[in-house]
């Protein structure tokens, strides 16, 4: 089975810290992703890499960068944290760019 | 522009009944895929059911099936013989071949009765 893990299922942050979110997926992905999920915006796409060190901006880049120094890792990094990005995160990878995403359990951060 | 536009935003299923959860999208590429995700109350987004812009005959996974139709631009979902464990959020979500962004829909919550 794929896994994909997310290092926290909660995260309680105060405004102007560096965040950190990791995400690692088991499969050999080539793919990774990073939503943000809010209600009734459905998932945002903020950033996402199809290979190591590679990395592409999504639809909400601003206040986040991402890392990918490892094919089974990618981190999302919050430079500092404001409150409007208290919000449930969504990490996925997928084996191909027209393949069904495998997604993480979330990160429910909440900045304070 | 890339969209997905799902209009239910709550629906309610008797136990055992079959639930249609409605999905429109809107692109220009001529080829694309479709896919359905549910989201349990715990978070953790589960596939469920894909469709290629240019397969001949609707998907079907057990109790899952996607009513494509191309010309209208839908891609609906048909859940059959709903059970308590059915009640989740579900979204739409389409991936053009240009690009390598999914674009997700609002999401539909669904609450099986008993």
Redesign the interface.
């Known amino acids: 089975d794929v896994k994909v893990t997310q290092s926290s299922r909660y995260l309680v942050k105060r405004t102007g810290e560096k965040v950190f979110l990791e995400c690692v997926q088991d499969m050999d992905h080539e793919n990774m992703f990073w939503y943000r999920q809010d209600p009734g915006l459905g998932l945002r796409l903020i950033y996402f890499s199809y290979d190591v060190k590679m990395k592409e901006k999504g639809d909400i880049p601003e206040g986040y960068s991402v890392s990918r120094e490892k094919k089974e890792r990618f981190s999302l990094i919050l430079e500092s944290a404001s409150t409007n990005q208290t919000s449930m995160y969504l990490c996925a990878s997928s084996w191909g760019p027209y393949n069904e995403q495998f997604f993480g359990p979330g990160t429910r951060l909440t900045v304070l | 522009a890339q969209k ?1 536009t799902q209009t239910q ?1 709550g629906m309610f299923v008797q136990e055992k009944e079959a639930v249609t959860l409605d999905c429109t999208y809107d692109t220009s590429d001529p080829s694309y ?1 479709l ?1 359905w ?1 549910k989201q349990p109350s ?6 469920l059911i ?1 469709q290629g812009s240019y397969d001949q005959q609707n998907a079907t996974e057990g109790r899952y099936s996607l009513n494509f139709q191309k010309a209208r631009k839908s891609a609906n979902l048909v859940i059959s013989a709903s059970q308590l464990g059915d009640s989740a959020m579900y ?1 739409c979500a389409m ?1 053009p ?1 240009t690009g ?3 674009y ?4 539909t919550s669904l609450t099986v009765i008993p």
């Open positions: 997905i935003p895929g896919f995700y715990s978070g953790e987004m589960i596939f894909y979204f991936r071949n390598n962004q999914f997700f829909g609002t999401g």
